[in-house]
């Protein structure tokens, strides 16, 4: 069989035509017909008695390719505003505090957000928040020293705790020290000395200067001031700002369990990991710091703008279960609760006095997420400025050497 190339358009135009002449002929004619319209147009002979048929109407394929979104560029645009200023959360942290947080930045001004975007943002899934802000997502995260020591006999004296996922007792926290060493954990430097609340997430921190046993002491008593709650027990890691007799007897004196993790078992400690990174690196870097200067500008955004920020519009989700599933059981599934931020979990939880918790909501309606970021952003520019003087300093002192280094190096 001999057939012509035809495009969609010319074998639309010639089927219209021989169409007329099939539906009018006779069962000998058609038969005719048939066998042309086949060898011309190359069609099969049961498709081609289809499309000749009466009630047939030839439709060819489209297919419309063009996504159509919910949310538009606009309602993506003031997305991205909230994203920032709630310090880039994922969706599953963010989604559940939209209503809330876009309610505040109206009320204080900071945004001035369409009405009708308003409503649908309310309404955004987590998964659509990840996908409109993927392109936008930047994270860099770089490897530093370890400086946790193992500590001496007293371990044997600190009991191991391996599961703090079920705690239901608010006060059980957390405890692990944040070098800002630099390159170098050579001579004395700023360790933050992070503490995290395991029933509501709920973190302090204290910029101490060295990792001497009376200044981790004192850091503590710093953040045990400014918990909402009493400190109940404390779970550090194996290093020796922590195992030491100081740290064990205060612990004894204020009747406060002290238990540890497992050497080289970070799982153990995984809550307090986490914090390390939203509340110390992501704010403060892996710049080498090791001035007085530095330490006061640091406390002073621990003691003020970022527990304010971090504590009351920061969410966290807890695990609820985990369970196994698939055929054999060969993947885990884990379950979470609703997103919330510290401030509410304290809210939530019945051990808590209830003139604390009027306290803290009415310093949380006092408070901005807006103007609490740019503040922190303020300092950190400050700290990072002195930061610069202090190594250019040291460039400066050292410029005779460097340039005998490079001479001998061209050489």
């Not at 970070?266 to 007085?292: C, L, M, P, S």
């Amino acid at each position: 069989m001999v057939t012509t190339k035809m495009s969609i358009q010319t074998r639309k135009e010639y089927l219209k035509q021989v169409k007329k002449r099939y539906l009018k002929a006779t069962k000998s004619e058609k038969s005719a017909i048939l066998t042309e319209f086949t060898q011309n147009a190359g069609y099969n002979n049961k498709y081609a008695i289809r499309i000749l048929a009466a009630g047939h109407e030839y439709k060819s394929k489209c297919i419309n390719r063009k996504i159509h979104y919910t949310y538009t560029n606009e309602d993506i645009y003031w997305l991205k505003k909230i994203w920032e200023i709630m310090d880039y959360s994922c969706g599953q942290r963010l989604a559940p505090q939209l209503p809330e947080i876009i309610a505040k930045l109206v009320k204080f001004k900071e945004l001035s957000i369409p009405e009708n975007t308003q409503n649908k943002l309310q309404t955004i899934a987590p998964s659509t928040i990840d996908a409109r802000l993927a392109k936008t997502k930047r994270e860099n995260r770089t490897k530093i020293n370890s400086t946790t020591r193992p500590g001496s006999l007293i371990k044997k004296q600190i009991p191991i705790r391996t599961v703090s996922w079920n705690e239901t007792r608010i006060g059980c926290c957390e405890l692990d020290t944040v070098a800002h060493c630099g390159s170098s954990a050579k001579g004395e430097f700023i360790s933050s000395l992070d503490l995290t609340d395991i029933l509501t997430g709920w973190t302090e921190t204290e910029a101490v200067l060295g990792k001497a046993q009376n200044r981790i002491i004192a850091g503590l008593d710093a953040i045990k001031n400014r918990l909402p709650f009493n400190l109940v027990a404390i779970d550090p890691d194996n290093g020796s700002e922590f195992i030491n007799w100081q740290l064990f007897n205060y612990c004894m004196s204020n009747s406060m369990e002290f238990t540890r993790g497992r050497p080289y078992a970070k799982n153990d400690n995984a809550h307090i990991e986490q914090k390390n990174w939203t509340h110390v690196r992501k704010v403060f870097g892996y710049r080498r710091r090791e001035t007085e200067t530095e330490l006061d500008l640091m406390n002073d955004l621990y003691r003020n703008e970022i527990r304010l920020y971090k504590n009351f519009f920061m969410a966290n989700v807890k695990l609820i279960e985990k369970k196994r599933v698939g055929q054999h059981g060969e993947k885990i599934k884990r379950i979470y609760d609703r997103a919330k931020p510290p401030y509410q979990r304290v809210l939530l939880c019945e051990q808590v006095d209830e003139e604390i918790k009027q306290g803290l909501k009415k310093q949380y309606e006092a408070l901005n997420p807006a103007d609490l970021r740019r503040k922190i952003l303020i300092k950190l520019e400050k700290l990072n400025k002195a930061n610069q003087l202090i190594i250019n300093e040291t460039i400066s002192l050292n410029q005779p050497a460097m340039v005998t280094f490079l001479h001998r190096s061209t050489n």
